[in-house]
Every structure is written in structure tokens, then in C-alpha cells.
């Protein structure tokens, strides 16, 4: 039986971790002295023995791990040393991040049993900036959904109604934060997978310009897509997180040959003057209330000195078609690697082929298998140039419409999800309407460019809605800039109350 439904409000609402110190006040605490380390894990444990049975947003929790580290932290601050920038905060992974010696799934029957021998670069910039794993965290198998429904291991419920999936496909990391399971968490997003759990769930999630974070470790999905960023319950917490991870790393091909940016001193500079807007393509076909949100998001950053006028981004409108080409293509040749042989499950067969042809049967789920044909299907001869082709020409006339906005205006504004979270089985039976999820985060990632998500505001049913700020590439800094302000202006927030005068 479902619980009640939440009267209407359009403030947010509250995520228990909101009374929870933020990373950037735990790490200062930690490095000071003032606060321990494993204080903060043992914190955190006690929430997820709480509340994990009923939120399911780990594979793995690590909690003796756990303490090992923060333990190792504390004792440095007690020698004199600095454990570094993330001091004693918690950090919940993706579980398609290889972690050394700890299973690595992707959420999928494929992997069982697989132990990754090396860490992800993420990993390794986390844990040496002092930072604690706390768990590997649930997600759509292989990072193919919008609901974390596809997981082989079961869904991840919403913190906010676990009656409504927390989005997808990093569920379990977006989960984690809004349940204060960890202070941080760690995503991939390919087509919107950071932006859109964070929405649902009523956190900060963010996906860097392509090539600004390693994937080094990160298991792929689709290569000229795919990038890891951070989620918070703050954006000045998305931002150290960022700033930890973010530069480059010889290890991964792709990555850009330059230091990360500097983003937590740049919070506070405000947007007086800054060209903001809403994309109009972005607005259409979402739901009343959530434009409604997005509206009022663009006048809170007006009435804090931005710019805004309306934007046009006219070949954002084919992303989803382009995407639902290119991202199963580069699947297809991704996922050939998972034969039985070389990777976790193995299922015998009398020959090779019949092994390949039983552990591919026996280990993906159905959502993965789809992908897989359709990728398939789009590279096969004499159909590759009228799909993949087309697709990759779709590609190029959104980064030309993007460029051309920018010439108008430093951010763009639009819906992160074009509905609040969604009830489970409500969209799993069409593939089309789950894809549909992903209309405005996904043009994003075929620009490679930046795009964040903060929460703004509640639908009609009570529960959180994000609002998206996109910029060019590399605009990182004034990217940070707007989704700081627009937190500042959010319903509910302690700013927007003391300029509201209450
Ligand atoms: N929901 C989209 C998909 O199913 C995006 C996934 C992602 O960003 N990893 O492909």
C-alpha cells in the first residue's frame, strides 16, 4: 500500500541531510582538529543502518574500510600533517568505478565475481585528498536507464517517497547524498545520468566538459559521452568535490592537458551583469510545474542582477534521436569485451561460441541487450552512414546552435528532468518514455560541454525539482557562479527567506 501523498508545496523539502555538516565545513573541521574523522564515518554508518534496508542505494558498503581510512586521517591531523582538502568526508562510488580488490558490478550479472586490479584515477584523487569510500552505490546496469530500475541487483528507492524511483542511472549515488548516507557522492553521465538522479532526489549533480575529469577506471559505456562528476547537497560541496577530481591524467587519452579550474572562492562573486537563458526548445513538452520552477528560477537570478531573456538551441530538439544512435553504437563495441573469458561470469557452452552465446544470454539484462542490437544494428554495412552517420551530422548541428548561443549569453537555463520522480513501473514497459527522461540533459553531452543541476523548488506532488544551467566548454567557473546564486534564490533556502524578509 502507498503512503498518502505530500501536500502540495512548492519549497523544497527537507533531505535528512540537510542538518548534516557540509563537506566543506567537515573538512575544514577535520583538518583543524576540532572535529574526527571517524566521528564523521561512524555518523554516517548509523544512517545507512537506519535507512539502507529501505533505500537499497548500495551494491557494497565498505564500513570496516571506512573506519581503516578515517582512522589513517586522524592520525595524521594528530601528527601535524594535512590529510588534504577533503578531510574526513565521506564519498559514496558509483559502482562502475573500479575500486581495487572490491567487487566492481555495474550492477549486472556479467561482472559477478570480478575484482578490479587497479582504482579508478577518481578513486585515487579522492582517497589521497583524504577523502573516506563509504560504498559502491546501485545504478541501471552498465549505466543504461533513467529509473536505476535496469539494476540485475533491484531498484534504489527515492529518500524523499520510496513509493518513486530516485532517476537513473546513477540512483544509488544521488540516493546516498539525499539520504545523508554520504556527505558526496561520484556519477557517470553519458546522457544525463548525474543530472537527472539529482533532480529526483533533490541534490546538487554535475557533469564536467568532456575530457576535464580521467575516466581512467571508469567502465565505459559510451566513450565520446561519457564523463564522472560530483553530487552534493550543496554547490559549494559539488565544487571542492570537482576541484579533487577534476585535471589532467596521463592514463586516460581524452583527458584535457590542463589543471582543473578553481571554483569554491568563485561562489560568492555573484551574477550581477551575467547573460543568462532559458532555452525554449528545453521548455516544451515538460510539465507545468516544473517550467513553472524553471521560470522562477530564471526571475531569482534576474532579481540577483543577471540578464535573462529567452534562448534558442533550434537543433537541441533531434539530441534524443542522435543520442539513441550513437550511445547504443559505442555500447555495442564497449560491451563485446563481457565473452566469458576474459570478465567475471562464465556460463559453458560446448564450444567457444556457445560459451560467448550463454554468458552474453545468462549475464545482461534486458535494457542492455536492447542497446547492444540496436548498436548493432545502426553500424551494420549499408546502414551506418543513414543512422550513425546522420546521428554524428545531428551532433554537429547542436554544437553549432550552442556556439551560437553563446555569442548572446554566458549560461543557459532549462528543466534538468522533464517530470519529478516517478512512481516504480511507470515507465518501464516503454522504452521510449523512459528515454524521454533524458530530452534535456542530453544535448549536453553530445556538445561535450558542462551542465549542473540544482534543486529549485517541488512540484505539485511535493517532491524536489532541478533546474539545469548549461555552459560552453570549459565554463566551469561561471557555470559554478549561477548554480551557487540560484541556490542562494531557491524557495526554501535561508537566503531566500532573509530576502524575502521572513
Ligand atoms: N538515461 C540515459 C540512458 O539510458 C543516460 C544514461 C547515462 O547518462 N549513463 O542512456
Known amino acids: 500500500m502507498s503512503p498518502p501523498p505530500s501536500p502540495p508545496s512548492n519549497t523544497a523539502p527537507s533531505p ?60 595524521k591531523v594528530a601528527m601535524g600533517q594535512d590529510p588534504g582538502p577533503l578531510a574526513g568526508v565521506t564519498v559514496a562510488l558509483k559502482d562502475n568505478m573500479c575500486t581495487r580488490g572490491i567487487p566492481t558490478t555495474c550492477s549486472s550479472k556479467i561482472l559477478e565475481g570480478w575484482r578490479p586490479p587497479y582504482d579508478a584515477t577518481v578513486v585515487e584523487r579522492i582517497v589521497r585528498a583524504g577523502g573516506i569510500v563509504v560504498g559502491k552505490t546501485n545504478l541501471d546496469e552498465f549505466a543504461m536507464g533513467s529509473s536505476t530500475e535496469n539494476s540485475a541487483f533491484g531498484p534504489t528507492r527515492n529518500p524523499h517517497d520510496v513509493t518513486k524511483v530516485p532517476g537513473g542511472s546513477s540512483g544509488g549515488s544521488a540516493a546516498a547524498v539525499a539520504a545523508g548516507f554520504a556527505s558526496l557522492a561520484i556519477g557517470s553521465d553519458t546522457g544525463g545520468s548525474i543530472r537527472q538522479p539529482a533532480a529526483l532526489c533533490g541534490v546538487v549533480g554535475m557533469k564536467p566538459t568532456y575530457g576535464l575529469v580521467s575516466r581512467y577506471g571508469l567502465i565505459a559505456f559510451a566513450s565520446s559521452l561519457d564523463q564522472i562528476g560530483p553530487f552534493a547537497a550543496t554547490v559549494a560541496d559539488a565544487a571542492l568535490l570537482l576541484e579533487v577530481i577534476a585535471g589532467h591524467d596521463p592514463l586516460d587519452t581524452t583527458s584535457i592537458p590542463e589543471s582543473g579550474p578553481r571554483l569554491v572562492d568563485q561562489l560568492s562573486q555573484g551574477v550581477d551583469g551575467l547573460r543568462v537563458g532559458v532555452v525554449q526548445e528545453l521548455m516544451n513538452g515538460v510539465d507545468a510545474d516544473v517550467a513553472a520552477r524553471v521560470n522562477e528560477a530564471a526571475d531569482a537570478l534576474s532579481a540577483a542582477g543577471a540578464k535573462v531573456d529567452t534562448a534558442s538551441v533550434p537543433a537541441a530538439i533531434y539530441g534524443l534521436s542522435a543520442y539513441y544512435l550513437i550511445a547504443p553504437a559505442e555500447a555495442s563495441s564497449n560491451l563485446a569485451r563481457y565473452d566469458g573469458v576474459r570478465y567475471g561470469l562464465r556460463v559453458p557452452g560446448d564450444d567457444i561460441t556457445s560459451t560467448y552465446m550463454r554468458t552474453r544470454a545468462a549475464g545482461f539484462g534486458a535494457e542492455v541487450k536492447r542497446r547492444i542490437m540496436l548498436g548493432t544494428y545502426a553500424l551494420s554495412a549499408g546502414y551506418y552512414d543513414a543512422y550513425y552517420g546522420q546521428a554524428q551530422r545531428v551532433r554537429t548541428l547542436i554544437i553549432r546552435d550552442f556556439t551560437a548561443a553563446y555569442e548572446h549569453f554566458d549560461v543557459l537555463l532549462s528543466p534538468t528532468s522533464p517530470t519529478t520522480a516517478f512512481a516504480f513501473g511507470a515507465k518501464s514497459e516503454n522504452p ?25 523548488g517541488a512540484g505539485d506532488d511535493g517532491l524536489p525539482v532541478g533546474v539545469q544551467v548549461m555552459a560552453p566548454a570549459l565554463g566551469e567557473p561561471v557555470m559554478f557562479r549561477a548554480a551557487a546564486a540560484l541556490e542562494r534564490g531557491a524557495p526554501g533556502s535561508s537566503s531566500a527567506a532573509t530576502a524575502a524578509g521572513r
Open 16 to 75: 535528512p541531510s540537510n542538518t548534516a555538516p557540509s563537506a566543506v565545513e567537515t573538512a575544514a573541521a577535520v583538518r583543524a582538529g576540532t572535529r574526527s574523522a571517524r566521528q564523521t564515518v561512524e555518523q554516517h554508518l548509523e544512517a545507512i543502518a537506519r535507512r539502507e534496508s529501505d533505500i537499497h542505494a548500495f551494491n557494497t558498503v565498505l564500513a570496516d574500510e571506512a573506519r581503516a581510512a578515517a582512522d589513517a586521517v586522524d592520525h
Open 432 to 456: 521510449l518514455a523512459m528515454y524521454l527522461s533524458d530530452v534535456c540533459t542530453i544535448p549536453s553531452n553530445l556538445a561535450g560541454h558542462p551542465a549542473i543541476s540544482v534543486p529549485f
